[in-house]
């Protein structure tokens, strides 16, 4: 059975256990004591950028902030995806790869019309990032160029790069992101 992570509980949860108050975190990742309050009670999603930002204030990184227990063997079935919604951005990140012990990630992303990953461009670090668009369209920012992938379209280039995307389509774009080494 897919395992869904609930971005705010785990927030929470980590937040509460190195004994941190709403405003230590909100001050080091940025926002508002509110803004962090109601991502913790998932009325709102924050932007992968935001969510970099909070994982940071925790001294996490963003991957860290979504690892679970590895899992044993490199099987990963169906059923048994890791899945991360963000309501609030319109996708759903189901991991491919098992866990963070090997050299590579891979997260297959279904993003509906108007979702993405938020505006607001972030880094990640790993050394470098495959984006291949299986049904769609993507809209995509690396530094400042733009690009858009459709259907079978590919790209690569370094995660350090200020990135972001947006489905500006009018159906679903499904995308399989692929990070080495493993960082999301």
């Given amino acids: 059975m897919a395992t869904e992570l609930q971005l705010g509980a785990r927030i929470r949860a ?3 256990a190195r004994r941190l108050t709403l405003r230590d975190v909100s ?4 926002v508002t004591e509110s ?4 991502v913790e009670r998932d009325v709102t999603s924050p932007s992968i950028a935001t969510v970099q930002r909070i994982a940071h204030a925790l001294d996490l990184s963003i991957a860290q902030l979504f690892a679970e227990e590895p899992a044993t063997g490199r099987v990963v079935r169906r059923e048994a995806r890791r899945r991360v919604a963000y309501p609030g951005l319109k996708a759903v990140d189901e991991f491919l790869t098992s866990n963070m012990a090997g050299k590579l990630q891979v997260i297959l992303s ?3 019309p108007g979702g993405g990953t938020g505006a607001e461009p972030y880094t990640h670090d790993s050394d470098e990032e495959v984006v291949v668009v299986l049904a769609g369209v993507l809209d995509l920012w690396v530094g400042d ?3 858009v992938l459709r259907e079978g379209d590919a790209i690569t280039f370094p995660s350090r790069l200020p990135h972001w995307n947006m489905n500006h389509g009018e159906a679903q774009a499904v995308v399989l992101f692929c990070v080495t080494p493993p960082s999301f």
């Fill in 14 to 16: 980590l937040r509460q």
């Fill in 27 to 30: 001050e080091r990742a940025g």
């Fill in 35 to 38: 803004f962090l309050s109601q």
């Fill in 110 to 112: 279904t993003i509906e």
């Fill in 145 to 147: 160029k733009h690009y």
